[in-house]
Nanobody, 127 residues
Framework: QVQLGESGGGLVQAGDSLRLSCEASVRTFSNYAMAWFRQAPGEEREFVAGVSWSGGITRYADSVKGRFTISRDNAKNTVYLQMNSLEPEDTAVYYC????????????????????WGQGTQVTVSS
């Protein structure tokens, strides 16, 4: 199946940047659309950003639009989340997720749309 491993989390100050990476152990990475979700303490897991198999189509949550950028490198089996202008409200565990192709990237925003999940990486933004 698909195994996902996130890295790049950490403790930063408001206004700083971080880049998260998620490497997939899978035979054909381009057969999967990818996304990032996050979960803050006491909150439900929420969609952050999604990207199509080619990287050509993306979708973002309104809360991160203009600050975060999702991208992928199919040659490296890796999806990235560049996070700029971080705010304390961005503090959460960030999860990488993958799903087989089918649903349109712009519609795949629910936890249940994704079949495979990483273990998560903690991002903490201090004020």
């Amino acid at each position: 199946q698909v195994q996902l491993g996130e890295s790049g989390g950490g403790l930063v100050q408001a206004g700083d940047s971080l880049r998260l990476s998620c490497e997939a152990s899978v035979r054909t990475f381009s057969n999967y659309a990818m996304a990032w979700f996050r979960q803050a303490p006491g909150e439900e897991r929420e969609f952050v950003a999604g990207v199509s198999w080619s990287g050509g189509i993306t979708r973002y949550a309104d809360s991160v639009k203009g600050r975060f950028t999702i991208s992928r490198d199919n040659a490296k089996n890796t999806v990235y989340l560049q996070m700029n202008s971080l705010e304390p409200e961005d503090t959460a565990v960030y999860y990488c997720a993958a799903r087989p192709l089918g649903l349109a990237t712009t519609q795949a925003v629910r936890v249940g749309d994704y079949a495979y999940w990483g273990q998560g990486t903690q991002v903490t933004v201090s004020s």
